[in-house]
């Protein structure tokens, strides 16, 4: 089984509807992160998360919200979907958080906003 | 401000070929630095990591890179390709912001293999 799993794997919705989008992990670690892919640009960070009860934006929260309901689930939600919001996007875990260390990928949610 | 610049976003060889992608790398303080491989329809993951130790790093199938200072890069290099290597590969610079791993990533650079 897929330490690093995500649902759905794709999503085709509407301009302003709500999304959530689902992660969870067996690797048992602490920080978890939501990335969004767009060609050309690579992985940007939208929120990151060290435990339940931390949570912090990243680079491009704006229109995004998270919840960290346990250690192994963290959901990432567009509460009023918009077309400039289709892209690939990631959800990661890494066991620290020194420079040093690796991030786990899920396996990617396509979502497609019309 | 750290960056990563990968030159080329598609790269074709052929099979048994050499494989070369480029990064360079902008960073205030030592770097570590990653290569991360996306075959189609899967998540990242890693092919090695720079930290310090060795200059020449050895990854997962057959890849290896090496760090120069002096000309801030970090190649991705596999002496002979093959078609299972066709994937998108990205490099990334790591640092320590506010107790979290801030990680940049390049824009990626899809490598096709020519039978």
């Known amino acids: 089984d897929a330490d690093v799993t995500q649902t759905p794997r794709n999503r085709i919705t509407k301009t302003g509807k709500r999304i959530m989008l689902e992660c969870s992990q067996t690797?048992?670690?602490?920080?978890m992160y939501w990335y969004r892919q767009d060609p050309g640009l690579g992985l940007r960070l939208i929120y990151y998360?060290?435990?339940?009860?931390?949570?912090n934006k990243g680079e491009i929260s704006d229109g995004y919200s998270v919840s960290r309901q346990a250690q192994a689930k963290f959901s990432l939600s567009l509460e009023s979907a918009i077309p400039n919001q289709t892209a690939l996007y990631f959800c990661?875990?890494?066991?620290?958080?020194?420079?040093?260390?690796?991030?786990?990928f899920g396996p990617g949610t396509r979502l497609t906003v019309l | 401000a750290q960056s990563v610049t990968q030159l080329g976003s598609h790269v074709s060889v052929s099979e048994g070929a050499l494989v070369l992608l480029r990064c360079n790398y902008s960073?205030?303080?030592?770097?570590?630095l990653f290569w991360y491989v996306q075959y189609p329809n899967q998540g990242l993951q890693l092919l090695l990591k720079?930290?310090?130790?060795?200059?020449l790093v050895k990854g997962i199938n057959g890849f290896e890179a090496e760090f120069k200072k002096s000309e801030t890069s970090f190649h991705l290099t596999k002496p002979s390709a093959h078609m299972r290597d066709a994937a998108e590969y990205f490099c990334?610079?790591?640092?320590?912001?506010?107790?979290?791993?801030?990680?940049?990533f390049g824009t990626g650079t899809k490598l096709q293999v020519i039978p």
């Open positions: 690797k048992g670690h602490d920080r």
């Open positions: 720079y930290t310090s130790a060795a200059t």
């Open positions: 990334a610079v790591t640092k320590n912001s506010g107790g979290y791993q801030k990680v940049t």
């Open positions: 960073s205030s303080v030592p770097p570590y």
């Open positions: 998360s060290f435990d339940v009860k931390d949570i």
């Open positions: 990661a875990t890494s066991d620290g958080g020194t420079p040093r260390d690796e991030q786990f």
